[in-house]
């Protein structure tokens, strides 16, 4: 697995969740920017965030932005993704992608590689 997202779980509407995207050797050299989708029940994928791994602002979709935070740990070869105030309309299978280059990151057609999703769901 190159790609894997891990942290998911079930939360209460105004919790938080950290979200990890750990990268395998092959995911790091494929390509420096990360994205963070999502994908709930009966609904088309949705882009969430997006970040270049070595700098470089990060972007968010109107819907998370100034609830969500992404964040690379270069070290670790991590991606984050911390999601606060969480809302039921949160609730999907969130995966993370990797792309080569920093155009059209805020569409899936940029990235090639993709990995693992991890459910969140927020309920009370």
């Known amino acids: 697995v190159q790609l894997q997202a891990s942290g998911g779980g079930l939360v209460q509407p105004g919790g938080s969740l950290r979200l990890a995207c750990a990268a395998s050797k092959f995911a790091v050299n494929y390509g420096e920017y990360i994205g963070w989708f999502r994908q709930a029940p009966g609904r088309e994928r949705e882009w969430v965030s997006s970040i270049s791994r070595w700098g470089g602002s990060a972007d968010y979709a109107d819907s998370v932005k100034g609830r969500f935070t992404v964040s690379s740990d270069n070290a670790e070869n991590t991606i984050y993704l911390q999601m606060n105030k969480l809302r039921p309309e949160d609730t999907a299978v969130y995966h993370c992608?990797?792309?080569?280059?920093?155009?059209?990151?805020?569409?899936?057609?940029?990235?090639?590689?993709w990995g693992r999703g991890t459910l969140v769901t927020v309920s009370s």
């Open positions: 992608a990797a792309a080569r280059g920093a155009r059209g990151l805020r569409s899936s057609d940029a990235y090639g590689l």
